[in-house]
């Protein structure tokens, strides 16, 4: 198992209603997969995964990268405001 | 071209002539520099003050809208006397008055696939004020394919974004975020609130991007995301990478011109705020009161926040904030009739749109929300 920490920035953080989050994860599970799981255990995030932006330790991170041991695994949704 | 500075003009930015990073060669740069600005409202404030106090020698103003003084808790280029002005027009008045040596060039249009290119080719860089995805993906591509910096701003209750686009350099705002989000899921400030002092930290910071870029100084937001919440007080930074596959800017890019911006999101770009369920829902404010006077047991759905009951409310209204439909739909009943509304009527349109997939068939969207009601029917309530 791979333990990691997710934090939760502007309305994803609303919608979860916490600024971070740890768990357990297999190993070599992919970005596009924890989206997959986050929409599983978080259905009111489920939508924002399809747009969501994630970072791993503060890195850009594509669908297809694998998580590395105990990331932080950061989730910004997009914002339009201005 | 301007070569030289007059007296008054070196008055005038000697702060900036006393810097080695800007000088006197800095400064005649910026007087024969050009910025549009796209957007002139919380974040096209801030960002043209200071750019025509910096000496920008030209600036270009994009808006349609007219200033309304709910504007005004963030919106500091217009003030209460330019209320009911073109945007455009109130904010060129103040710029010319804060500096007269600059050139004010203002658009009262909406900033579309059709007029972009033409209105963006001229100008050195464009800073992204607005306020709706649909206009976000448009700067972007315009960007991307005049090959011009896009200074970004985005903004959203306590929290804001920063980056500078330049797809030559780095990557550009599809590289981040290649899909718009679903229709209705990130609300707009006019739904969601925006602290009011938010918008001026977050234009500032592209205001300096700005200035930096046409100066060709320090070290800019090429490949990094600024990432800033005013209630932690924290500035978080990310670095960001070129998407290989970016549909605009990747080595295999498809869009090579400007596309149907609205069509893409799913949603409008001018007056976004103003989406409702579709015509065949609505019912006016006016038609409402009728219908209350036949049927008095009428239900009546508020899908607002609990705390915008405080601000005005309908008695007898059940509340159920949106985020809270789901899984409270089994305190309504589907066999009878409804009137659903919130704040102007987006709310309560997409609480239609989980209702009606539910089952609800009954329901009617209040056009143009408790605001509506309060101007065409209950006076005593305030609008907001």
């Known amino acids: 198992m791979n333990h990691i920490k997710l934090l939760f920035f502007a309305t994803i953080r609303d919608r979860v209603g916490m600024k971070s989050l740890e768990l357990d994860i297999p190993t070599d599970l992919t970005i596009l997969q924890l989206k997959e799981k986050i929409g599983v255990d978080y259905p009111n995030l489920k939508e924002s995964m399809k747009s969501v932006l994630i970072t791993i330790n503060r890195e850009y991170a594509f669908d297809e990268a694998v998580i590395p041991l105990n990331a932080e695994i950061a989730l910004f949704p997009p914002v339009s405001g201005g | ?384």
């Open chain 2, 1 to 384: 071209m301007i070569e030289e500075l007059s007296h008054d003009q070196i008055l005038r930015y000697s702060r900036h002539l006393l810097m080695p990073e800007v000088g006197l060669q800095g400064q005649i740069k910026l007087k024969n520099s050009s910025v549009l600005v796209i957007g002139t409202g919380g974040l096209g404030s801030p960002v043209a003050l200071y750019l025509a106090a910096a000496g920008i020698g030209r600036i270009g103003l994009v808006d349609y809208d007219i200033v309304d003084s709910s504007n005004l808790q963030r919106q500091v280029i217009h003030g209460t006397s330019t209320v009911g002005k073109l945007k455009v027009e109130s904010a060129r008045e103040r710029l010319q008055d804060l500096n007269p040596d600059i050139q004010v060039d203002i658009y009262n249009e909406p900033y579309t696939s059709e007029n972009a290119m033409r209105l963006a080719k001229d100008y050195d860089l464009i800073i992204d004020g607005t306020d709706n995805f649909p206009t976000r993906y448009l700067t972007n591509d315009v960007c991307v394919m005049l090959g011009k910096p896009n200074i970004y701003g985005s903004i959203f209750r306590f929290d804001g974004q920063v980056s500078v686009f330049h797809a030559e350099k780095g990557p550009c705002y599809r590289c981040l975020f290649p899909e718009p989000p679903p229709p209705g899921l990130v609300p707009s400030c006019a739904e969601g609130g925006v602290l009011g002092i938010l918008p001026g930290t977050i234009g500032t910071l592209q205001a300096t991007e700005a200035l930096k870029v046409l100066l060709g100084i320090g070290e800019p937001l090429i490949g990094k995301l600024l990432l800033y919440n005013a209630l932690d007080m924290t500035f978080d930074f990310v670095k960001l990478k070129k998407n290989p596959n970016c549909r605009v800017c990747g080595p295999n890019a498809d869009i090579k011109e400007l596309i149907d911006y609205e069509e893409f999101c799913g949603v409008p770009g001018h007056h976004a705020d103003d989406t409702s369920a579709g015509a065949d829902w609505d019912i006016t404010a006016q038609d409402l009161k009728a219908r209350l006077e036949r049927d008095p047991k009428l239900i009546l759905l508020d899908v607002r926040e609990p705390h915008e009951l405080e601000i005005a409310a309908i008695q007898g209204a059940k509340n159920i904030p949106l985020g809270e439909v789901a899984q409270r739909m089994a305190e309504l009943d589907s066999a009878e009739e409804m009137v659903v509304f919130c704040k102007r009527g987006s709310r309560s349109a997409r609480a239609i749109e989980i209702l009606s997939s539910a089952g609800f068939k009954k329901m009617k969207n209040l056009k143009g929300g408790i605001n509506a009601w309060a101007e065409e029917v209950d006076p005593s309530l305030p609008l907001y």
